[in-house]
C-alpha cells in the first residue's frame, strides 16, 4: 500500500495555491488539508498514489441504456446516445462510464465533462509529469448515500449533495432548500451535510431537518477520509487514461521491453513474408498475362483483364444442351432461321453471358413475323424482340436469342 496526496483541482490558474492532503497507508492515521504552490504540492507525488477531485458542478451526471456490456463499447456509444440531450457539441465533451449497469433500471452511468476543463486540470500535472490515478468529481467523492439518506457537503458558498451511486447535484447555499425541494419534494430523504468551518449559514432556512455534521477544516479533508476508490467514475478514461502511459519498474520492465521486442520480431517476419507473397504474386500475374495473349491476342490487351477474358472463353466453349458451345448452337439456328425467312439482313450481332443480341434489317413486318412463328416452332432457342421500328427505308430490328 502507497500513501495517497489528495489534491483539489478548482481554481485552474499556474500561479494559484492548490489544496493538497496526505494520508498515510497505515490505518488511523488522521488526514490535515494544507495549501502549496503547484511546484511544491505536486512535488510530493513521487512515490505516492495521487487522487484529484474537481469540482461537481463542472460534470454531469447521466445514465444510458445502450446494448452493451463492455465498458469500451458503452464509452464508444454513449457521446450518440445523450446528444440529444446535450446543448454543446459532443465532439467538445469528455465522456466516462461507472460500473456497466449499475445504475437506475440496469443502465450504464455516465460523467460527462468539456474537454477544456479536463485539459485545464490536467494541464500543472502534465507541465510536471505526474500522473494521477483517480480524477474523481466532488460529487461522487463523498460517501455512497444509504438508503433513504443524502450526503452533501456544504462549504463557504456551496453545496455538494450526492443523492445516490452516480447521481447528485452541486448549488449554492441560498439555493438549497429550493433544490432539496424540487429533487424530494415529499421529503423523503433524510440529508447528513458535513460542513465546513468557514461556512456561516442558516441551515433552517432550507424548510426541513437536516443533520449536520460540522468540524471539517475544508472540504477537501471530507474528500479524503470519505472517497472510496472504484466507487463512483474516475474520469481519466478514453484519451485522458493515464494508464496508458508506462508506469513500470523492477521486472515488470524487464518483461515488457522483452515482450516488446518479441512482436517487433514479429511485425518484421510479417512485413518481409508479406513482400515476398507480393512479389510472387506480381511475377504469377505477369505470366499468365502473357499465356493470355499467347491464346487471345485481341482479347487479352491488359493483364487486369485476364480473369474476364478466361470466364469467357469457358463459357463459349461449355457445351449446350445440343452438344455444343452455346454461341455456335445458336449461330447454327439463326442460319437456318433467316435461310428459311428471306427479307431479312444481319447487320450486328454480340455474344454476352450465354446470349445472342442482334441487329438486322427488312423490307417489312412481315418478315419478322415469319422469324418469329419459326422460332415459336423450335425447342431449342428461345427469341424475344427488344425493338423494332418501321421507317422510310424498312424496319430496323433488336433481337435477343438465347438458348431454351
Known amino acids: 500500500m502507497r500513501d495517497t496526496l489528495y489534491i483539489q483541482l478548482r481554481d485552474v490558474a499556474p500561479d494559484q495555491p492548490l489544496a493538497y492532503a496526505l494520508a498515510s497507508a497505515q490505518p488511523g492515521v488522521g488526514v490535515q488539508t494544507q495549501h502549496g504552490t503547484p511546484d511544491t504540492t505536486l512535488a510530493l507525488a513521487g512515490g505516492r498514489r495521487v487522487a484529484a477531485f474537481v469540482p461537481g458542478v463542472d460534470v454531469g451526471l447521466a445514465s444510458v441504456q445502450v446494448p452493451a456490456r463492455a465498458a469500451a463499447k458503452i464509452l464508444q456509444a454513449a457521446p450518440y446516445a445523450l446528444e440529444d440531450q446535450l446543448a454543446e457539441d459532443v465532439e467538445t465533451l469528455h465522456f466516462a462510464i461507472g460500473a456497466p449497469g449499475q445504475a437506475d433500471g440496469g443502465a450504464h452511468p455516465v460523467a460527462i465533462v468539456a474537454r477544456d476543463r479536463m485539459d485545464a486540470w490536467l494541464a500543472p500535472l502534465r507541465a510536471r509529469e505526474v500522473k494521477a490515478d483517480a480524477l474523481v468529481p466532488e460529487t461522487l467523492g463523498l460517501p455512497v448515500p444509504e438508503a433513504g439518506h443524502w450526503v452533501g457537503l456544504a462549504e463557504a458558498g456551496r453545496v455538494t449533495m450526492r443523492t445516490g451511486p452516480y447521481t447528485g447535484f452541486t448549488c449554492t447555499l441560498e439555493d438549497l432548500g429550493t433544490c432539496l425541494q424540487i429533487a424530494d419534494p415529499d421529503a423523503r430523504m433524510a440529508v447528513r451535510l458535513f460542513v465546513t468551518r468557514d461556512v456561516e449559514f442558516d441551515f433552517s432556512a432550507s424548510g426541513r431537518p437536516l443533520e449536520l455534521l460540522p468540524g471539517y477544516a475544508s472540504g477537501l479533508e471530507v ?43 514479429l511485425a518484421i517476419y510479417l512485413a518481409a513474408d508479406a513482400w515476398r507473397t507480393a512479389r510472387e504474386l506480381a511475377a504469377q500475374t505477369q505470366a499468365n498475362f502473357e499465356r493470355c495473349q499467347q491464346l487471345f491476342p485481341t482479347q487479352c490487351v491488359d493483364e487486369f483483364k485476364v480473369e474476364g477474358v478466361v470466364e469467357q472463353q469457358l463459357r463459349l466453349s461449355k457445351p449446350g444442351a445440343g452438344g455444343a458451345p452455346p454461341m455456335f448452337q445458336l449461330l447454327g439456328t439463326l442460319a437456318a432461321a433467316l435461310a428459311a425467312n428471306p427479307g431479312l439482313t444481319l447487320e450486328s450481332m454480340q455474344f454476352r453471358e450465354g446470349v445472342l443480341y442482334l441487329a438486322l434489317t427488312g423490307a417489312d413486318l412481315q418478315a419478322l413475323e415469319g422469324l418469329r412463328a419459326w422460332y415459336g416452332a423450335r425447342r431449342d432457342a428461345r427469341l424475344e424482340v427488344d425493338s423494332a421500328n418501321a421507317g422510310a427505308t424498312g424496319v430496323q430490328i433488336r433481337l435477343k436469342l438465347s438458348p431454351a
Open 223 to 265: 474528500l479524503a477520509r470519505h472517497w472510496q476508490a472504484g466507487g463512483g467514475i474516475d474520469l481519466l478514461q478514453g484519451s485522458y487514461s493515464e494508464r496508458q502511459d508506462w508506469q513500470l519498474a523492477g521486472p515488470w520492465r524487464l518483461i515488457a521491453v522483452l515482450a516488446g521486442i518479441w512482436v517487433g520480431l
